[in-house]
């Protein structure tokens, strides 16, 4: 099983990028992204239900934020509007089955993560 992330970068505040998650060796039925800016803990940002459709963001998400995944290929994206110097993190891709609804934004519950993309936002 592997996860592979990309599309992080530089971008200037307000700017867009969109981060793709390509999944192979299996799927899953929950999808999320977390990030990790330095010096902070790992914070939720978005997931999915695949087989529903259902999709959940964190706060700083809502409006900005959009998670989907793609028709033919076993893959998840994040495209991020309006970006913030806040939003400078490391984001993570991460799957897994079985979970409930009141674990998807605990990155504990998921066993199978992606390597990190860097997206820096300057001001």
């Known amino acids: 099983v592997q996860l592979q992330a990309s599309g992080g970068g530089y971008v200037q505040a307000g700017g867009s990028l969109r981060l793709s998650c390509v999944v192979s060796?299996?799927?899953?039925?929950?999808y999320a992204w977390f990030r990790q800016a330095p010096g902070k803990e790992r914070e939720f940002v978005a997931c999915?239900?695949?087989?529903?459709?259902?999709?959940y963001y964190a706060d700083f998400a809502k409006r900005r934020f959009t998670i989907s995944r793609g028709n033919l290929q076993n893959a998840i994206f994040l495209q991020m509007n309006s970006l913030a110097p806040e939003d400078t993190a490391v984001y993570y891709c991460?799957?897994?089955?079985?979970?409930?609804?009141?674990?998807?934004?605990?990155?504990?519950?998921?066993?199978?993560w992606g390597q990190g993309t860097l997206v820096t936002v300057s001001s």
């Open positions: 060796g299996r799927a899953f039925t929950s």
């Open positions: 999915m239900f695949r087989s529903r459709g259902n999709t």
């Open positions: 991460a799957a897994d089955n079985g979970l409930i609804l009141s674990t998807l934004r605990d990155s504990a519950a998921y066993d199978y």
